[in-house]
């Protein structure tokens, strides 16, 4: 596992669609492996591939539970509303208030390329959609409501 640099705002490949996993290859799980850890190092919950600047269509998510793979996700169902505070490892040091859905339904493939669908609300569906943006070239900053600020993390 090694850790890969995290793209921020500006770099061209965050604007870009990627592509979908045609295989799940030894590389594939590498790359699986080396998000995760990634998104551990930087403390943060979610982290998809253009992220790390691989336009490919997979996530990696831990809200606490435990990590959770995404191969070519997609969202099936939403419903509901949340407003919150959310971030991004591809705007460092910056929140603003963003409303997505309450609960979430997707469908995507875990390493064994065996397809399956997960349920979240909160904190979970709130990370899956701002994950999945991720994979069409989207930012959090396009939903912001009001102005970003700054935001400064305590050293746990």
Known sequence: MAL???RTVGDPVL???CKEIKEITPKILELADDMLETMYE???VGLAA??????KRMVVIDI?????LMINPEIIE??????????CLSLPGKAGTVTRPNYVKARAFNEDGDEYEIE???LLARAICHELDHLDGHMYMEKVEGELHDVVYEEG
């Open 78 to 87: 939403t419903s509901g509303t949340q407003t919150g505070d959310e971030g």
């Open 42 to 44: 930087a403390n943060g």
């Open 64 to 68: 606490g539970d435990g990590p959770i």
């Open 50 to 55: 253009p992220q790390v600047g691989i336009l």
């Open 4 to 6: 890969r640099q995290i």
């Open 15 to 17: 604007t870009k669609t």
């Open 120 to 122: 979240g609300t909160e």
